[in-house]
Nanobody
């Protein structure tokens, strides 16, 4: 199967920066898209940014110009560089990936989520 492990969360002051990483491992043949979501207390999970294997990116309006998504296909890793952080960015951040895996010679699609990493922005 496929596992996603995130790292890089923490506490930062408003205006500061953080870089999140998410590494995918397992019986992966290819990853189509990777992305980042977040969920703040009492709110629904929100899609922030996605990136395809061809490096096409999309961002939600609230983070456009402040957050940058990137990926290293050789390492099956996606990154989220977050600049000019605001208190309203405080949330648990989750990475996501979907693609194709091969298990015992059988092909199948997958979609997987990381366990989440907490980002806290103080004012």
């Amino acid at each position: 199967q496929v596992q996603l492990v995130e790292s890089g969360g923490g506490l930062v002051q408003a205006g500061g920066s953080l870089r999140l990483s998410c590494a995918a491992s397992g019986e992966i043949f290819s990853i189509r898209a990777m992305g980042w979501y977040r969920q703040a207390p009492g709110k629904q999970r929100e899609l922030l940014a996605t990136i395809t294997s061809g490096a096409n990116t999309n961002y939600t309006h609230s983070v456009k110009g402040r957050f940058t998504i990137a990926r290293d296909n050789a390492k099956n890793t996606v990154y989220l560089q977050m600049n000019d952080l605001k208190p309203e960015d405080t949330a648990v951040y989750y990475c996501y990936a979907d693609g194709v895996l091969v298990v015992a010679g059988r092909w199948d699609t997958f979609d997987a989520w990381g366990q989440g990493t907490l980002v806290t922005v103080s004012s």
